[in-house]
């Protein structure tokens, strides 16, 4: 194998893999990517054996071939070269040659045979969407997605797809059992109606390529029963799927609130951080009070000190004393764009409703703690 | 100069039922841990004569002396008792720490103006002890907690043994070092490994030897030895702000089981007991242990680090039965031991699952009812059968605060 290849290039694709490679060394030829040299480009491929990324990339190839590496020195190395330019050549006993300028690195590689494979998606069928209308979607969710939960359905993006009037509605929901997030987009696509669970690790990866320069343009979306394809412009990511039953997240966003109570978001956000300066390290707990014409937030910490700040509302109704985790609070303040939002409520022990003025399609739960 | 008193109940729990039934008094008798079985928790001075002693097994007692009267233990009465004694001791000073049930340390520095000096404290705490309860105790008193406990030792039953400070090179001199609370049989035999015997001579020992060889308590050792001990008497509440590290329970069975439902169903109500007292004191962690010992008394231990803490009982017996179920036993089981560590403050953030929101509601209305009526009085239909099993008061427990259960 031999070829030349821009720098900014080939430094495009190996940052695009760097999240997705093995980090822990369970099995080190996943620490490797795997390059192939073909006709007037390479290909970047890299996995975990959950996720796989593969990206081409425009090249003078002037011998094709292929190698594994490691992705992690051949990222390092290329970040730093001084000039716009290399060569990679391979070498008998697969040894990796990396020259640009007057540098030259010469990096330990394994035949390709021993990458693993990618699994195989047909591609029939395919959904097509705007990608920033998933990228919001996925940014509007994505962070209620549970963590190394022991119910490892909760650490997947719910994905529900239904036909309704207008289009495809696509439906993604997030929770970790405390808090939850819900979303509906209807796009122009058809779809069998189905219903999936993608692991929070491919969101975040294809996030992260969505939010890429160039974020505009359509990606497709494709699914077989045990894995998700997502393509774009000479780039594709395969996910492994989540098997299990999603739990009844229907049941837990309340449907009727007796408290309603509209705030700006910013006023409302400022002075949530504000007061959770002072809060419990391990429970960040801010008490909500809810009276007629105030909304009044207060921490306490017996070690610390107190602090408490006033807002005016348009509230007439009974009074309510809640606590939140201001950290789940402002999870769901920084994933909202518009500029007033609403907080229903109904007691100190039910779930808290907010949302967004303008869009019923966007809903956020969050738990309340006690204080 | 401090003055500490050291205050230990004689034969506490013997004592208790004698006082309760007059039939017990001047015999030889001791409070054991079950019926059938388990071991000598408090022998009478009556029978202390014949050479019982505690952790003795019931047969080596009654080889020891033939007559003795079984008493299996009740543990109300004990803490009730308790309870009365701290009442007394805390009319002298609010320095109170209790040690165990059966012991406490108090602080009486400063209180000469009020009840005069420490020898005086000592006398009539004594005379209150016997007028109020009829229980007798032996005083030590002392300038540290080291020599009050070690004062209160020397004199049994009734005793008042004051250690001034120009009597302490002449008490430790050729006192061997073992009686130091705090040194126990691997100590001992560290220590006489290093040709270390008595406190006189772990006195005198070179620092450097001691710290080379135990480490950072090297130095604690040495002071052990010359009887010096800055260690303060941290009365009970101080004593509850400290945050536990693990909480624990464990119970000898009644007879040697090899019944695996049986097994379970001791695990199961340890487990209620731990996921109790871990709710109580806001607590959830995420490591379980699981003691067993076999019959001949091999003790081990297993653990498993759960990804979420818990104190939930039955998330407690899970993971606890769960490990069982991975043992091949070797032998019947004598005693089970179930444990959480890794403890973590519960946030009190409310699940948002339905499921999982009623499971906590209904734990927090089982332990509303049980704090109010007695611990098992609302339980699982699985314990209820044994709910009749008296337990064994652990020697951690405290009158208040998040040991109590």
């Known amino acids: 194998m031999k070829l030349k290849i821009k720098k900014e290039e080939i430094l495009k694709g190996l940052q695009r893999i760097q999240g997705v490679v093995e980090k822990k060394n369970t099995m080190p030829i996943l620490s490797n990517m795997l390059l192939i040299a073909e006709g007037s480009s390479i290909e970047i491929i890299a996995t975990d054996l959950e996720i796989g990324l593969r990206g081409r990339y425009a090249a003078e190839v002037e011998k094709p071939g292929a190698v594994t590496v490691s992705a992690k020195k051949m990222y390092e190395i290329v970040r730093e070269l001084p000039a716009e330019d290399l060569q990679i050549k391979v070498e008998d006993g697969n040894w990796v040659k990396i020259i640009s300028g007057r540098s030259q690195f010469k990096l330990v590689g394994l035949p390709k045979d021993e990458y693993p494979s990618l699994p195989d998606v047909a591609e029939?069928?395919?959904?097509?969407?705007?990608?920033?209308?998933?990228?919001?979607?996925?940014?509007?969710?994505?962070?209620?997605?549970?963590?190394?939960?022991?119910?490892?359905?909760?650490?997947?993006?719910?994905?529900?797809?239904?036909?309704?009037?207008?289009?495809?509605?696509i439906r993604m929901v997030g929770t970790d059992g405390h808090r939850l997030s819900m979303i509906d987009r209807v796009i122009d696509a058809k779809h069998k109606e189905e219903s999936l669970i993608i692991p929070k690790k491919a969101m975040l990866e294809l996030r992260r390529i969505l939010e890429e320069d160039s974020p505009k343009g359509e990606l497709r979306l494709g699914f077989s029963?045990?894995?998700?394809?997502?393509?774009?412009?000479?780039?594709?990511?395969?996910?492994?799927?989540?098997?299990?039953?999603?739990?009844?997240?229907?049941?837990?966003?309340?449907?009727?609130?007796?408290?309603?109570?509209?705030?700006?978001?910013?006023?409302?956000?400022?002075?949530?951080?504000?007061?959770?300066?002072?809060?419990?390290?391990?429970?960040?707990?801010?008490?909500?009070?809810?009276?007629?014409?105030?909304?009044?937030?207060?921490?306490?910490?017996?070690e610390v000190g107190e602090a408490s700040e006033e807002l005016a509302v348009d509230y007439k109704g009974d009074s309510v004393a809640i606590g939140f985790n201001s950290r789940y609070l402002m999870d769901v303040l920084s994933a909202?764009?518009?500029?007033?939002?609403?907080?229903?409520?109904?007691?100190?022990?039910?779930?808290c409703l907010i949302t967004e003025e303008g869009d019923e399609h966007y809903k956020c739960v969050v738990m309340p703690m006690r204080v | 100069m401090r003055s500490i008193l050291h205050i230990d109940m004689n034969a506490f729990f013997a004592s208790?039922?004698?006082?309760?039934?007059?039939?017990?008094?001047?015999?030889?008798?001791?409070?054991?841990?079950?019926?059938?079985?388990?071991?000598?928790?408090?022998?009478?001075?009556e029978a202390r004569a014949f050479g019982v002693k505690t952790g003795m097994r019931y047969g080596e007692a009654r080889l020891a002396c033939p007559d003795i009267v079984f008493v299996p233990a009740d543990s109300a009465k004990y803490s009730h008792a308790c309870e009365q004694l701290i009442e007394i001791w805390r009319s002298f000073t609010p320095l109170v720490?209790?040690?165990?049930?059966?012991?406490?340390?108090?602080?009486?520095?400063?209180?000469?103006?009020?009840?005069?000096?420490?020898?005086?404290?000592?006398?009539?705490?004594?005379?209150r002890t016997w007028e109020e309860m009829k229980l007798t105790c032996s005083i030590g008193i002392g300038p540290n907690k080291l020599l009050a406990k070690l004062g209160s030792d020397m004199q049994k039953p009734d005793g008042l043994v004051l250690i001034a400070p120009d009597g302490i090179a002449v008490v430790l001199e050729d006192l061997p070092a073992k009686e130091i609370c705090g040194i126990g049989p691997s100590l001992t035999q560290?220590?006489?490994?290093?040709?270390?015997?008595?406190?006189?001579?772990?006195?005198?020992?070179?620092?450097?030897?001691?710290?080379?060889?135990?480490?950072?308590?090297?130095e604690r050792?040495?002071?052990?030895?010359?009887?010096?001990?800055?260690?303060?008497?941290?009365p009970l509440a101080a004593q509850q702000e400290e945050e536990s590290k693990s909480m624990g329970h464990s119970m000898t069975l009644d007879e040697d089981c090899s019944d695996m439902p049986l097994?379970?169903?001791?695990?199961?109500?340890?487990?209620?007991?731990?996921?109790?007292?871990?709710?109580?004191?806001?607590?959830?962690?995420?490591?379980?242990?699981?003691?067993?010992?076999?019959?001949?008394?091999?003790?081990?231990?297993?653990?498993?680090?759960?990804?979420h803490a818990v104190n939930h009982g039955l998330d407690i017996y899970a993971t606890a039965a769960s490990i069982l179920h991975e043992l091949r036993l070797e032998q019947p089981v004598r005693l089970v031991g179930v444990s959480v560590s890794g403890l973590e403050r519960d946030v009190e953030q409310v699940p948002l699952f339905v499921e999982e929101r009623k499971r906590k509601f209904l734990a927090e209305a089982m332990d509303e009812i049980n704090d109010r009526h007695g611990a098992f009085t609302v339980t699982w239909g699985t314990l209820a059968e044994r709910h009749s099993h008296e337990r064994i008061i652990s020697p951690a427990w405290r009158p208040e605060g998040d040991r109590q259960y």
């Not at chain 2, 009486?108 to 005086?120: E, I, K, R, S, Y």
């Open chain 2, 221 to 234: 050792l040495r002071n052990m030895g010359l009887g010096i001990d800055d260690d303060p008497v941290a």
């Open chain 1, 336 to 351: 909202m764009d518009r500029q007033t939002i609403a907080l229903e409520l109904n007691d100190a022990l039910s779930p």
């Open chain 1, 225 to 302: 029963k045990n894995h998700a394809l997502f393509k774009r412009d000479g780039l594709v990511m395969v996910s492994k799927l989540i098997d299990g039953n999603y739990p009844n997240y229907l049941q837990v966003v309340p449907a009727k609130s007796t408290k309603k109570v509209t705030i700006a978001k910013d006023v409302f956000t400022h002075a949530v951080k504000r007061v959770s300066i002072l809060s419990k390290e391990k429970t960040n707990a801010v008490k909500m009070q809810l009276e007629e014409g105030r909304l009044i937030l207060s921490t306490n910490n017996p």
């Open chain 2, 263 to 307: 097994i379970e169903r001791h695990i199961l109500q340890l487990s209620e007991k731990v996921g109790r007292r871990l709710r109580r004191g806001l607590y959830s962690g995420r490591t379980i242990t699981l003691t067993l010992r076999y019959a001949d008394f091999q003790t081990f231990t297993r653990q498993r680090r759960l990804r």
């Open chain 1, 124 to 169: 029939e069928g395919m959904i097509a969407i705007d990608g920033e209308i998933l990228r919001d979607m996925i940014k509007k969710t994505l962070y209620s997605v549970g963590e190394n939960d022991a119910r490892y359905v909760l650490n997947g993006l719910f994905v529900h797809m239904s036909q309704v009037k207008g289009g495809l509605n």
């Open chain 2, 97 to 127: 720490e209790l040690f165990s049930i059966d012991e406490a340390f108090l602080d009486v520095t400063g209180c000469g103006a009020l009840f005069g000096d420490p020898v005086q404290i000592a006398l009539e705490i004594k005379e």
């Open chain 2, 190 to 218: 560290h220590l006489a490994s290093l040709g270390i015997r008595t406190c006189g001579e772990l006195g005198r020992a070179p620092l450097r030897l001691l710290c080379s060889r135990f480490g950072i308590i090297g």
């Open chain 2, 16 to 45: 208790v039922e004698q006082r309760a039934n007059p039939a017990l008094r001047g015999r030889a008798m001791a409070v054991i841990g079950s019926e059938n079985r388990g071991v000598i928790l408090s022998p009478s001075y």
